[in-house]
């Protein structure tokens, strides 16, 4: 523990967007067909360094299956929190939860990135007996402790009883408990966020684990039993106090993402597919009048291919869905970051207006059908998949692996693992850099990344910016 904050953490998102840029990002590998361990790879992204771009230290697992898929920090910004912070912890430390195995990992990244190291192992024995949920999920650092997401239940299959969260000790890395006291008609559960000044969390849900483990069920899917759910929560109160259905035709409500200016009462979903005619969505939600409201703000259509171009899976539509699997929004509000891991797309909208999102830059990379090259010639499999913007809101990475068997259904030919990085404009517009590409190690396929000194996607903010 430190005497004094880490100069990580940063009480509001305009001073952490002054802060140094990034000098290393993390991104997970899994083995998809489970032949070897999973691994954290590290890689040096410090322009002008003689290993830019490259992995230069590797955390191998020791054990196989694990599935890595989201991972995240033990502390962050939130430990400024004036109510129950604690700011004298450290950004030290990785907390890496196999989906498939429900066994979670704790990397200490000290004193040096690249001789990172196991710190702890938390087998899923002890999960299921503290917790009684499985195939653990989104990480956020919170001000009293680490959150954990979870996507089953318990019993084998995981649908003995529905998922939810737990909280783990930030220093100490125990299983607490749940987190839940009132859960009201939550079942399904996928990400989570909040707003902490404001005192609420947003949940989102996908399926339980017999919809998604073997890949997509689509009699499930045309049936619209995935879910399509948003859920707003008492966050001190620990109750569910609203859920909206956004119509069960819109399967898949993923990523959500408050704004970072705690004083803005709205944030953005990400909605996988419309089954009525196969396009993707980004819905706003706000609150007011003491009430949580959303609507459906941008529309992303299917993009028609040939037969011959498509996976079994889609070849009876004559078309390729856009499958929004991830969505980021800048540090300063103003941009969200879409990802079309079907088309092969990555949008970028300016979302100063909420409500109204207008489209201002997007890139090929990949896609089902179109499989555009990178700039550098270089075929890039899969799509854009999990999003990661830099504090200055100048670099956006990406990587191009949904999850394994979902993987083999829409990309047969495989998605050797890849990373990319595009450059982002002050006023809209983005273009891919030609001299980042990341190398992974043949048979791996690359998941989420993180930066150091904390991103977008991990950290939550105490104060509104000035």
Not at 123 to 135: Q, V
Not at 152 to 169: L, Q
């Amino acid at each position: 523990m430190n005497i004094r904050p880490d100069p990580t953490f940063h009480a509001s998102p305009k001073l952490a967007m002054e802060a140094p840029p990034e000098s290393f990002a993390y991104t997970v590998l899994l083995s998809p067909d489970f032949s070897k361990p999973d691994a954290l790879a590290v890689i040096d992204v410090k322009p002008g360094s003689s290993t830019y771009g490259q992995i230069v230290h590797t955390v191998t697992m020791p054990n196989k299956g694990d599935e890595f898929h989201h991972f995240g920090w033990n502390a962050c910004s939130s430990s400024l929190s004036p109510l129950t912070g604690h700011a004298f912890l450290e950004r030290r430390y990785l907390i890496i939860p196999g989906m498939r195995s429900s066994r979670i990992y704790i990397v200490d990244t000290k004193p040096d990135p690249t001789k990172a190291a196991i710190h702890k192992i938390i087998e899923p024995e002890e999960i299921f007996r503290k917790t009684g949920y499985s195939r653990p999920h989104t990480v956020h650092c919170g001000p009293e402790g680490i959150y954990i997401s979870t996507l089953g239940g318990g019993g084998k299959n995981g649908t003995d009883g529905p998922p939810g969260v737990f909280i783990m000790d930030c220093e100490t890395f125990e299983v607490l408990g749940r987190w839940e006291l009132d859960r009201g008609p939550q079942t399904l559960h996928y990400d989570f966020w909040w707003n902490l000044p404001r005192d609420y969390m947003v949940t989102s849900e996908w399926a339980l684990p017999p919809q998604f483990e073997n890949g997509i069920v689509p009699e499930d899917l045309l049936s619209n039993k995935y879910g399509h759910r948003i859920h707003f929560w008492d966050l001190r109160a620990r109750r569910n106090v609203q859920t909206i259905d956004l119509g069960a035709n819109h399967q898949m409500a993923l990523e959500v993402r408050p704004a970072h200016d705690p004083i803005r009462e709205y944030g953005f979903l990400g909605v996988v597919v419309d089954t009525t005619n196969l396009e993707g969505s980004i819905w706003t939600w706000w609150r007011e009048g003491g009430k949580f409201h959303i609507e459906k703000t941008a529309t992303i259509p299917p993009e028609p291919a040939p037969k011959e171009q498509l996976p079994p899976l889609l070849q009876g539509f004559g078309a390729v869905p856009p499958l929004v699997s991830d969505i980021d929004l800048s540090m300063d509000d103003k941009f969200l970051y879409v990802a079309c891991w079907g088309t092969g797309e990555m949008r970028q909208y300016d979302v100063r207006d909420p409500r109204k999102p207008k489209l201002a830059g997007s890139v090929h990379i990949g896609g089902i059908a179109r499989r555009t090259p990178h700039p550098n010639g270089k075929a890039f499999a899969g799509g854009p998949q999990m999003v990661e913007i830099s504090r200055d809101g100048k670099r956006v990475y990406w990587t191009n692996s949904l999850y394994s068997t979902w993987d083999n259904q829409f990309y047969p030919d495989g998605v050797p693992g890849a990373m990319v990085m595009a450059n982002a404009k002050p006023d809209g517009g983005l273009e891919l850099a030609k001299d980042y590409w990341v190398n992974f190690p043949d048979g791996y396929r690359s998941h989420q990344v993180r930066l150091d000194g904390g991103d977008c996607s991990t950290d939550s903010f105490c104060y509104p910016s000035v």
